[in-house]
């Protein structure tokens, strides 16, 4: 009767039915996880390998280097292509919001793009968004920095967006 021990054993090391491949990831022999992370921590990487999410945007870099702009906006867009069904008229309603709070007196800008951020999370969530993930990252460090350049260049780079999205 040693036969039915070891495929009870030989079982023990397989996944579970019913599992994917991510969800064996990263256990350990006894049942545990590897450096103590849970689940949420392994979601940045798809199943290719690749990170889950878009690459932050580099705000000094935004800031200095025209092309680094340009590049990013395409990036941004291909990822609407790919991943949302944004329409233009929500971009731009965003984009008009975003020029008005530039405008804003200095006194008011960083209110302005505080509240900005608010509706740009309320309009990714609502309308399932998620390749603008990015600019909302980006439009916090624009407004922790609170400085004209930055308000400036995250408007040009939005611009850009709406020009490519067309």
Not at 72 to 100: E, K
Request: charged letters at 40%; glycine letters at 10%.
């Amino acid at each position: 009767m040693p036969e039915p021990q070891q495929e009870n054993k030989s079982r023990e090391n397989r996944p579970r039915e019913g599992r994917g491949p991510r969800e064996n990831e990263g256990r350990r022999e006894g049942g545990g996880r590897e450096g103590g992370r849970d689940r949420g921590d392994d979601r940045r990487f798809d199943r290719g390998g690749r990170p889950d999410g878009p690459p932050e945007i580099d705000l000094e870099k935004l800031i200095s280097d025209p092309l680094y702009l340009d590049n990013q906006a395409h990036g941004v867009v291909s990822r609407m292509r790919d991943m949302d069904s944004g329409t233009r008229s929500q971009l731009r309603r965003l984009y008009n919001a975003v020029r008005r709070a530039v405008r804003a007196p200095e006194s008011e800008r960083q209110h302005q793009f505080v509240m900005l951020r608010a509706r740009l999370a309320y309009t990714i969530a609502r309308h399932s968004l998620r390749s603008l993930d990015t600019i909302e990252k980006l439009l916090l460090q624009v407004t922790r920095k609170n400085e004209a350049r930055g308000y400036e260049r995250f408007r040009d780079l939005f611009e850009a967006i709406v020009a490519y999205n067309e």
